[in-house]
């Protein structure tokens, strides 16, 4: 079958599909891509550490979350240099957005607090009795990236994030803060 036939036919079925069962098929993918990487990450720590791990997974986060931003900018008419409103838009429609608990805080019209309130996969951890996940050097380039993606004049500060302390309410918060 011709790859173009097999597009327009895939595109046909999913029409098809009710609203919910689409919402669910996007839910199950996003679950599926955060269980692919936390597997992905563990064997690469089980084989060469959890530094070496750590460092592999923020050189792929370096080059996903562009892709990411792009292609959520792509979709929704989101356009470039668009500013706190576009990041915050754009955090919302993350892989992420539909796993986690996570809100927006506008501090002022240069400045947008994002933070991680419930975490699928720090909740996991504890769940297992593990330990914070420290996840902080792979959030600095992921966030930051992210932001740039959609602003290059967003700046990015990790307020908390493990392993560092974090309040009960949340796991992790980023500051973006707008320059001129």
């Known amino acids: 079958m011709e790859a173009e036939t097999y ?10 599909l009710s609203k919910e069962q ?12 955060l ?8 064997n690469v720590e089980k084989r060469f550490g959890m530094e070496t791990a750590i460092e592999v997974d923020a050189a792929a986060w370096e080059q996903f979350t ?24 754009a955090l919302g429609l993350r ?21 991680m309130n419930e975490c699928r996969v720090q909740a996991a951890r504890k769940r297992k009795g593990l330990p914070d996940f420290p996840c902080k050097p ?10 740039r993606a959609i602003d290059p004049r967003i700046r990015t500060r990790c307020l908390a994030c493990p392993p560092d302390p974090h309040p009960d309410e949340y796991w992790c918060a980023w500051e973006f803060t707008l320059e001129e």
């Open 7 to 16: 597009r327009v036919q895939l595109r046909q079925r999913l029409l098809a």
């Open 22 to 33: 689409l919402i669910g098929m996007l839910e199950d993918a996003a679950k599926n891509w």
């Open 35 to 42: 269980a692919h990487d936390g597997l992905w990450f563990l």
């Open 66 to 89: 562009v892709i990411e931003a792009r292609r959520i900018m792509k979709r929704h008419g989101i356009e470039p240099g668009g500013g706190l409103d576009a990041l915050e838009k």
């Open 95 to 115: 892989l992420y957005a539909f796993l986690n608990v996570q809100e927006c805080i506008r501090v002022d019209e240069r400045t947008l607090i994002f933070r």
């Open 138 to 147: 792979v959030g600095l380039v992921e966030y930051s990236n992210f932001a």
